[in-house]
């Protein structure tokens, strides 16, 4: 698929009011539970999106891969909400709306 600039800031804007909610969830649960329920959220939020996100595919695995810590039961709950509260809020702290298709 192509990318073009629009679909670069269409992506920035719907995930800033879309999954940005999400992982702030995430930040903010103190119960791994609570998290893990938050987490969730964000494949389901992007799969009707994955068409014409010039990154989409690859965030909705990257979400999807994190909540599968808690789910696979290989990982410790307590390791697992750790790493899971980690990448929310490196998603957060990711730069936003440069135009560079590389960066969502």
Same mark, same amino acid.
């Given at each position: 698929?192509?990318? &073009?600039?629009?679909? @670069? ?5 719907? %995930? #800033?009011?879309? +999954? ?5 969830? +995430? +930040?903010?649960?103190? *119960?791994?539970?609570?998290? &893990? ?6 494949? #389901? ?14 965030? &909705?695995?990257?979400? !999807?891969?994190?909540? *599968?810590? &808690?789910?696979?039961?290989? @990982? ?7 790493? %899971? ?6 998603? %957060? *702290?990711?730069? +936003?709306?440069? #135009?560079? !298709?590389?960066?969502?």
């Amino acid at each position: 698929m192509a990318e &073009y600039p629009g679909d @670069v800031g269409r992506q920035a804007q719907f %995930l #800033g009011e879309e +999954v940005d909610p999400i992982a702030q969830q +995430v +930040v903010d649960a103190a *119960d791994p539970w609570k998290a &893990y329920e938050a987490a969730i959220e964000a494949p #389901g939020a992007l799969i009707n999106e994955l068409d014409w996100m010039p990154r989409g595919g690859l965030i &909705y695995v990257a979400w !999807a891969e994190l909540a *599968d810590l &808690y789910d696979a039961g290989k @990982v410790p709950i307590g390791e697992a909400h750790a790493a %899971l509260r980690q990448a929310a809020s490196d998603w %957060l *702290d990711r730069p +936003v709306g440069t #135009g560079d !298709a590389s960066t969502v």
